[in-house]
T-cell receptor, first 115, second 113 residues
Framework: ETGVTQTPRHLVMGMTNKKSLKCEQH?????MYWYKQSAKKPLELMFV???????ENNSVPSRFSPECPNSSHLFLHLHTLQPEDSALYLC??????????????FGEGSRLTVL | GENVEQHPSTLSVQEGDSAVIKCTYS??????FPWYKQELGKRPQLIID?????GEKKDQRIAVTLNKTAKHFSLHITETQPEDSAVYFC????????????FGAGTTVTVRA
């Protein structure tokens, strides 16, 4: 596998469930990101990790909990979600924290549906 | 914070014609402007970017122009082909000291054969 891989690609969960999204990057990058993509809306930055340390928590509800055990893996733990949380969740990585601009490498996303 | 507006939200063009997407931004300190392309069911991918010290950049059939005074930048696709059909996102980086990108809402481009 090369690039940024996300699993699962599709997830349906009830509001009381607990699930996790996984992201793995095979690029040797040091920064990883979670974005939320909703239809017809801009990509929303949720969390940023640089060298496994969280540097951004963009006013995201606590029902979303990120984890970065090493520079290659990023998780998003989900619990007691709401229907409005249904969206495509994109993971991305960059060589370093993209200060001043730099290319983001995205995964193909995890499509989440909350019933 | 930075606010990026993108227009139009949808664009349909005849194959071979040109497509232009425009974005405006609010923070005059913004200095990095990338464009990402997302084909249906695929990941967003960087197709071109420009920094504030440059007014125009070209890469084969795509070009980006930047007007810092007016705070807008545009993506131009010439001789459009069916494989250009996708959602295009513009973005702006607020300053040389910040890593956060503010994205536009996207433009769905359809190239008619």
């Amino acid at each position: 596998e090369t690039g940024v891989t996300q699993t699962p690609r599709h997830l349906v969960m009830g509001m009381t469930n607990k699930k996790s999204l996984k992201c793995e990057q095979h690029l040797g990058h040091n920064a990883m990101y979670w974005y939320k993509q909703s239809a017809k809306k801009p990509l929303e930055l949720m969390f940023v990790y640089s060298l496994e340390e969280r540097v951004e928590n963009n006013s995201v509800p606590s029902r979303f909990s990120p984890e970065c055990p090493n520079s290659s893996h990023l998780f998003l733990h989900l619990h007691t979600l709401q229907p409005e949380d249904s969206a495509l969740y994109l993971c991305a990585s960059s060589q370093e924290l993209a200060v001043g601009g730099g290319e983001l490498f995205f995964g193909e996303g995890s499509r989440l549906t909350v019933l | 914070g930075e606010n990026v507006e993108q227009h139009p939200s949808t664009l349909s063009v005849q194959e071979g014609d040109s497509a232009v997407i425009k974005c405006t931004y609010s923070d005059s300190a913004s200095n990095y402007f990338p464009w990402y392309k997302q084909e249906l069911g695929k990941r967003p991918q960087l197709i071109i970017d420009i920094r504030s010290n440059v007014g125009e950049k070209k890469d084969q059939r795509i070009a980006v122009t930047l007007n810092k005074t007016a705070k807008h930048f545009s993506l131009h696709i010439t001789e459009t082909q069916p494989e250009d059909s996708a959602v295009y996102f513009c973005a702006a980086s607020p300053s040389a000291n910040d890593y956060k990108l503010s994205f536009g809402a996207g433009t769905t481009v359809t190239v008619r054969a």
